[in-house]
């Protein structure tokens, strides 16, 4: 697949220890985009941070090390992504989700093996 120009980013941060049916919220979510057959997903955990409760959960040794941070990114078109929006509607996800539109310089994806 070949990408360049305009694209919307998704940004669906959760915590680490956010599940669906026994695994990781973040695990599902790339596994929806997947299906879905979007462009790509990548999974970032954060070191630190805070949410709507306002209480910092960090890394650092002697503090609490549940909880952290996790950003899931999906980039594609967007058509693509907003019709990807609704197959996340029944995570219930706690969390904060953002759109960004980026434009894509250089994508080209590995050609799936035969």
Do not use: K, N
Request: proline share 3%; hydrophobic share 45%; glycine share 8%.
């Amino acid at each position: 697949m070949i990408m360049s120009g305009r694209a919307l980013r998704l940004t669906v941060f959760v915590d680490d220890t956010d599940t669906w049916h026994h695994r990781p919220m973040y695990t599902e979510i790339v596994h929806r985009a997947h299906s879905a057959g979007l462009a790509g997903a990548s999974v970032f955990r954060g070191l630190e941070g805070f949410g709507a409760t306002s209480v910092v959960h960090t890394t650092r040794l002697l503090s609490m090390t549940d909880d952290l941070p996790v950003a899931v990114v999906i980039i594609d078109t967007e058509e693509r992504i907003r019709a990807f929006l609704p197959l996340l509607d029944d995570l219930l996800i706690e969390g904060l989700a953002v759109l960004d539109e980026v434009e894509v310089i250089h994508h080209r994806g590995r050609q799936a093996a035969e």
